[in-house]
């Protein structure tokens, strides 16, 4: 019984182990073992009919458990964001270094965090909206895999099946990379670790400055048109707001559009966004023309990492005097090709500049 994370395309090593710990840190072994013994010390060896009020025991039991491990799990998410930032830092260090993250040894609370590594108040600030909404969606997985532990069982009553099949489906569910539950899991650890890596990152870099966008190269079309090869401006989180009620004439309502095209921030995600331009009028309805209408703006996706749920693209800094992008999206040093480089910067950098100086956002220090 292995446990591993799906998808091999890693663009650090630190990501790589990140993902495999938090994921071992479930322990699905010893959650299988303990819910085997559960069952066999409730119900005996002969599945029969399992009662509403035996479902949700089964139900309480597999909620104690993962809850039981959320606090291993904020552990890894304040140190994916640690490496995020070691990782920001040493690229504008005078002396690089090339020794990797002791990933074992960093802080795993969020105060340690703050005291051990002088946080600033932004970006203890940046570190608890991360570990927050991570536990937000490791709520969630816990969530679903209670109601899908309860929809094996059910399905296994259902079908008259003996105790050694309903053990082997349940083994399925946590081992199999395919089923269900070990997909689930195998998702939140991808996009919680790389999200907290790019905040920690993103957090190092003050406003008005640069990063361009790196993909895999086994990146989805949304993110290959959204971040790989492109240019953001880093802003103040504080400069973004929801924008669904503004109206759309307005100079805010203008301003915000252009914000979340062109820049990106702690704490920007898509949720509640779609990769879709059309949706539904009906939910429940088809997909017939009739019944789909275009999104609004605040309802499709806008560059920001994890762009989705199992993104593994990260952010660059860019210094737009010293580098810029090539025609395939690659970044360049300005000495290379002066000419390259100016050609870009008249084209690229100078109305992008401009733009936030119309928005009251002035470019940092290049
Ligand atoms: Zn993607
Ligand atoms: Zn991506």
Redesign the pocket.
């Known amino acids: 019984m292995k446990q591993r994370t799906a998808g091999d395309s890693h663009h650090l090593y630190e990501l790589q182990q990140l993902e495999r710990l938090i994921f071992s840190a479930w322990d699905f072994e010893g959650f299988y073992k303990n819910l085997l013994d559960f069952l066999d010390s409730q119900f005996g060896d002969e599945p029969k009919t399992f009662t509403v009020e035996d479902l949700r025991r089964i139900d309480q039991f597999t909620r104690k458990y993962f809850e039981g491990k959320l606090p291993e799990n904020e552990l890894w998410i304040v140190r994916a964001f640690l490496v995020g930032k070691l990782i920001s830092e040493r690229e504008i260090s005078p002396l690089p270094s090339f020794q990797r993250v002791k990933i074992e040894e960093l802080p795993a609370r969020v105060r340690d965090a703050a005291r051990n590594f002088h946080l600033s108040p932004a970006e203890t600030k940046a570190l608890e909206w991360t570990v927050n909404s991570g536990a937000l969606r490791l709520t969630t997985a816990t969530g679903e895999t209670i109601s899908r532990v309860q929809n094996v069982i059910f399905e296994s009553v259902k079908n008259r099946e003996t105790t050694r099949e309903l053990r082997r489906k349940l083994e399925d569910e946590f081992f199999d990379t395919q089923a269900e539950i070990n997909r689930n899991w195998n998702r939140v650890a991808i996009t919680e670790i790389n999200s907290a890596f790019n905040m920690g990152y993103l957090a190092q870099i003050s406003s008005g400055n640069f990063v361009l966008g790196f ?1 895999m190269a086994d ?2 079309d949304h ?1 290959k048109a959204l ?1 790989d090869g492109k240019v953001y401006a880093v802003i103040n989180p504080d400069e973004a707001q929801s924008y669904d009620s503004l109206a759309k004439d307005s100079e805010e309502y203008k301003r915000q559009v252009w914000l979340h095209e062109n820049a990106v921030w702690v704490g920007k995600d898509n949720v509640g966004r779609s990769g879709s331009t059309r949706k539904k009028i009906d939910k429940t309805g088809g997909t017939s023309p009739e019944n789909l209408t275009d999104r609004q703006h605040h309802e499709i996706f806008m560059p920001a ?3 989705h749920p199992h ?3 990260r952010w660059i800094r860019l210094h737009p005097t010293e580098q810029y992008v090539d025609s395939k999206g690659e970044l360049q040093m300005r000495v290379t090709n002066e000419q390259e480089w100016q050609h870009w910067f008249n084209k690229r950098m100078i109305p992008f500049l401009d733009k936030l100086n119309v928005y009251g956002l002035s470019a940092g220090r290049m």
């Open positions: 993909s990146a989805c993110c971040i990492i994890p762009m993104c593994r693209c």
